[in-house]
């Protein structure tokens, strides 16, 4: 007895013929599968087949006859990951089952998307597979500094961002002085983006001191008037005078003292 398997796991495209040996031809067939007289049946589905085989003397045998099939043909895909904003992915598309040698396997870099791969093998069966690529959003960084009050000073830098993949690197409050500064968040799947701000600060404010009047004896008095870089409030030592001038005379060597806010 024979068999040629099915040709794709499902099918129903088997063959099935048996060939008596002894006894005295001619030979009558009879298979239980369809009742068929013939030496060979078509067209079967994967299983056991049996057929009783009578000679010409009426001796019998029964014998069965296995029609086998392939596994079924099965198609996976990996790696179907897209880890950054506007990158593509080495997809990794396999079979099993069927029968070697396979069409359409293989790698494939792909971009965002929905995908429809059809794998075939050797006998033409075939199995689909659909599958979907998408890609984190654009990795986004915002930067907003503070106000420098004082010439010299600091201030505070906030530094966000959003899309991408959590968790970030690199956001959070920052100490920046005057000057140009590049912050750079950094995304779970190594994305980065940078931002450089420039920081001012006020000029430095300064006071002094205009003198007039001439102290030649004893008694004489000054004229002091204070003078400052922009704006100020003043405040004269000794005494706590809070004029931009002062009249003092002068009885002794005598020190004083300006200072300036803005």
Not at 75 to 92: E, L, M, Y
Not at 120 to 134: E, I, R
Not at 209 to 216: A, H, K, L, P
């Amino acid at each position: 007895d024979l068999s040629t398997p099915v040709s794709c796991s499902g099918n129903c495209d088997g063959y099935a013929f048996v060939i008596p040996t002894g006894g005295t031809a001619p030979y009558n067939f009879i298979w239980s599968f369809n009742g068929s007289t013939n030496d060979s049946i078509f067209n079967l589905c994967a299983g056991n087949y049996f057929v009783t085989v009578t000679d010409s003397l009426g001796a019998t045998a029964v014998d069965s006859v296995i029609v086998n099939s392939p596994n079924v043909l099965a198609t996976s895909v990996s790696n179907a990951v897209i880890h950054r904003f506007g990158d593509s992915a080495d997809v990794n598309i396999t079979a099993s089952g069927g029968t070697t040698p396979y069409t359409g396997t293989g790698i494939f870099t792909l971009g965002s998307g929905n995908y429809n791969y059809i794998i075939s093998d050797a006998h033409g069966c075939a199995d689909t597979v659909n599958f979907s690529l998408t890609e984190p959003p654009q990795l986004n960084i915002t930067v907003i500094a503070g106000t420098i009050s004082c010439f010299g000073g600091t201030t505070t830098v906030h530094v966000t961002a959003n899309g991408g993949t959590l968790p970030f690197s690199g956001t959070g409050d920052f100490i920046g002085g005057a000057g140009n500064h590049t912050y750079t968040v950094t995304d779970a799947n190594g994305c980065a983006q940078s931002q450089t701000i420039s920081i001012t600060q006020p000029l430095a404010f300064s006071v002094s001191i205009t003198e007039s009047g001439n102290i030649i004896c004893y008694g004489d008095s000054v004229h002091l008037v204070a003078n400052a870089s922009e704006q100020a409030n003043f405040t004269w030592l000794p005494g706590n005078q809070t004029s931009v001038s002062i009249n003092e005379i002068i009885l002794q060597s005598e020190n004083f003292i300006l200072t300036g806010t803005n």
